[in-house]
Every structure is written in structure tokens, then in C-alpha cells.
């Protein structure tokens, strides 16, 4: 084979090379896993028989469809969502705009909003559900000092629900303030310099040049921050303070992730579960969808 030929096939072939291990890693550790589950769905399949299942078609489906746990869990899902995500992106934009002016230990302050994030989840939602203590706890001390009594954080839902978001957003927002920043600091300045010296202030600056220019990176940490919501699990596992799945003693903050894990390693019902991450899968696939739309038709009305 001359030198020529071979130096085509280098060039042709070489990029299909470099691309091959993720494909292969994909397939064996992302696709397969995600085929099988969904293959295990339509089985009743329980991990103490040995392995024995029989095929049952879409009744695990059927039967997802009228539990009131799962209805439950799902709404828990996107309460905590809702509460977590919407001020954590609005958190997230003023702190970026906030470490995008000169400010003495900017490198610092920047490096410092991440800590949250590198921090282990066990660790960080261990010390918030002793913050959120009934009897000991520092919030209801600080009520305390106001006279305001204390909380029950995790005997309530609209309470337990905001303690979590409370956690997910704390952890979630320094991440998602350091990419509005590099975003922030891609924008052209001589727009920045146009804007003021035809008289606008700060705010209107802001407003009319940083948001609609940051439109493609806010369209994306509202879909990701949509796919992590909705999986949330170990936070409120950790939350109730032991070990059970359950999410509460009348499963206030249970999250559909949380009751799937219920099913499938307390109950055993491999089956069942698959169904739920089926479901999951297929509940967040249209909300990350729905969100882009409504995202881009929002910047579009606006332009």
C-alpha cells in the first residue's frame, strides 16, 4: 500500500479512532443499561426469587399509573423542583453580574461560590438537617430570637419542601453563577460603553444588553437544572434521618427517584422500579423539552 493511500486512510479514519472509546463506553455503561431496564419493565421481577420473572407486558406500567404513591411522589418532585430551581437561577444571574464588576479578591470570591458544589452532598445535607432541627436546630433558633415559634421542618410539606430546595439550591447556584460569568465576560465591552454613554444606568444595562445576550447559556442551566430536579434523591433521603426511603412518616418530601429506589432495593420489585425509571425518564425527557420551548418562545417575543 503506497504512502499516499495510507496518509488517506490516516485522514479519513484516524477522527472515527478518537471518537470509538466513547461510543464503546456509551454503549456498554449508558445504552445497554438503559435497554435493559426497559426490557426488565415489562417483567414481574423480584430480586429475592433468584433471578425468576415472568413477562407481563405493560402491567407494571398499568399498575404505576393508578398508585397514589407514585402520584404523590411525583407531585413532591416537582414542588421541590419549582422551589429549588426558579431562585437559584435568579440567585445565580445576580451573583454573576454582582463578581462580573472589579471587586477586591474577585479570584477569591470566585473560587469561594463553587466550595458549595465540591462539597460531598452526605456532608452538606447532614449539617442542613441539623440546621433545620426541631428542638436544636439554628433556624428555629433564630425564630426563637424573634419571637416567632419553632418549626417542625420535617413533619409538614410545604416545610420539608422548602428545607430541600433550601439544600439543592445552596449547593447548585455558585455552579450555576460561574457559567453565567464566563458568559458575562464574552459579551463585547463596547457594548457596555455604547449603552453608557447614551445615558443608561446599571440596571437598564442589565436588563436591555446582559440577560437578552445571555439567553443560549440561561436556556441551558434551565433544561440541566430541569434533568438534575427531577432526579433528586439523596437529599431528601438524608433529610428524614435514617436510612428509610420513604420519604417522611406520611411521605411528604418521598421524590419519585426516592420511590423508585423504595421499590426496587427495599421491596425488591426490580420490575416495578424499571417502570418508574422508565417513567421518570419519559416525564423528564418532556419537561427538559417544554422548557426549551417556552424558554426560546419567551427570547423570541422579547426580540
Known amino acids: ?85 426558579v431562585p437559584q437561577l435568579l440567585a445565580a444571574l445576580w451573583i454573576a453580574h454582582l463578581l462580573n464588576h472589579r471587586l477586591r479578591a474577585r479570584t477569591s470570591l470566585r473560587m469561594g461560590i463553587l466550595l458549595p458544589n465540591i462539597t460531598s452532598i452526605v456532608a452538606v445535607t447532614i449539617v442542613f438537617t441539623q440546621m433545620f432541627g426541631r428542638d436544636f436546630g439554628m433556624i428555629n433558633w433564630l425564630f426563637g430570637l424573634v419571637g416567632a415559634g419553632p418549626v417542625d421542618w420535617q413533619a409538614n410539606t410545604w416545610s420539608s419542601h422548602l428545607a430541600i430546595s433550601i439544600i439543592v439550591a445552596w449547593r447548585w447556584t455558585g455552579y450555576n453563577a460561574l457559567i453565567y460569568l464566563a458568559s458575562m465576560q464574552a459579551i463585547p465591552h463596547d457594548l457596555y460603553e455604547a449603552a453608557e454613554l447614551d445615558g443608561a444606568s446599571s440596571g437598564q444595562q442589565f436588563r436591555r444588553i446582559t440577560v437578552p445576550m445571555l439567553r443560549p447559556t440561561i436556556i441551558f442551566t434551565a433544561v440541566i437544572s430541569t434533568i438534575g430536579g427531577l432526579q433528586i434523591m439523596a437529599e431528601p433521603l438524608l433529610f428524614a434521618g435514617t436510612s428509610t426511603p420513604t420519604g417522611g412518616s406520611d411521605r411528604q418530601f418521598q421524590t419519585a ?12 420489585r426490580f420490575g416495578y422500579a424499571s417502570a418508574i425509571a422508565w417513567t421518570l425518564f419519559l416525564v423528564i425527557a418532556i419537561f427538559a423539552v417544554a422548557n426549551l420551548l417556552l424558554t426560546r418562545r419567551i427570547a423570541n417575543d422579547e426580540d
Open 1 to 85: 500500500m503506497s504512502l499516499p493511500t495510507l496518509a488517506r486512510l490516516d485522514t479519513k479514519g484516524s477522527p472515527y479512532l478518537y471518537v470509538t472509546p466513547f461510543f464503546l463506553l456509551f454503549g456498554a455503561f449508558g445504552l445497554f443499561p438503559l435497554l435493559y431496564t426497559g426490557y426488565v419493565s415489562f417483567n414481574d421481577w423480584n430480586l429475592l426469587d433468584g433471578g425468576e420473572h415472568t413477562w407481563i407486558g405493560f402491567a407494571n406500567y398499568t399498575e404505576l399509573l393508578h398508585d397514589p404513591y407514585f402520584w404523590n411522589s411525583l407531585g413532591n418532585t416537582l414542588s421541590i423542583w419549582v422551589l429549588s430551581t
Open 257 to 268: 427517584a426516592l420511590f423508585m429506589y423504595e421499590q426496587g432495593f427495599r421491596e425488591f
